[in-house]
Every structure is written in structure tokens, then in C-alpha cells.
């Protein structure tokens, strides 16, 4: 009977090194812009728990200002994906 023959595997090959490091640097913006968005989402919550009845702007708006800090927060979050 015939012998079937074998099925060779190919060998591995690591994909090759990027020379160009310019991409892998995030841009000086993006920390600080994190960090702001981030302390204003939570400074705005703080201040809604702490003083929504003598601020205006922040009794007007009701639960909406949880939303609104936590959409900072997000944002910042977001930002901090770009960060390397």
C-alpha cells in the first residue's frame, strides 16, 4: 500500500521590527487633556452632590448633571486609549 505523504508545516517568521518609532509616541496633548477631563467630570459630580441647591445652573439641570460628569469622565477615558 502507498504511503500518503506528509502535510509540512511552514516554519514561523516573526513579523519584522518597526523601524519607524514616531508612531508609537502620543501626541503632548493627550495626557494633559485626559487628566482635565477627568477632573472635570469629577469635580462637576462632586459639586452636585455637595452643592446642587445653591448653584443655579447645576439645580436646573437635576439628575442630567450625572450624566454630564460621567460623559467627561467617559471622554477622558476615550482619550486615554490614544495615550502610549
Do not use: C, H
Not at 506528509?6 to 508609537?24: C, G, L, M, N, V
Amino acid at each position: 500500500m502507498p504511503k500518503s505523504r506528509s502535510r509540512k508545516k511552514a516554519d514561523y517568521i516573526s513579523p519584522p521590527e518597526r523601524t519607524d518609532k514616531s508612531q508609537a509616541v502620543s501626541g503632548r496633548w493627550v495626557a494633559p487633556t485626559m487628566i482635565a477631563l477627568l477632573l472635570i467630570g469629577l469635580t462637576w459630580v462632586v459639586l452636585y452632590y455637595v452643592a446642587a441647591s445653591s448653584i443655579d445652573l447645576l439645580s436646573s439641570l437635576g439628575a442630567w448633571n450625572i450624566a454630564i460628569g460621567f460623559g467627561f469622565m467617559f471622554a477622558g477615558l476615550m482619550v486615554a486609549t490614544r495615550w502610549k
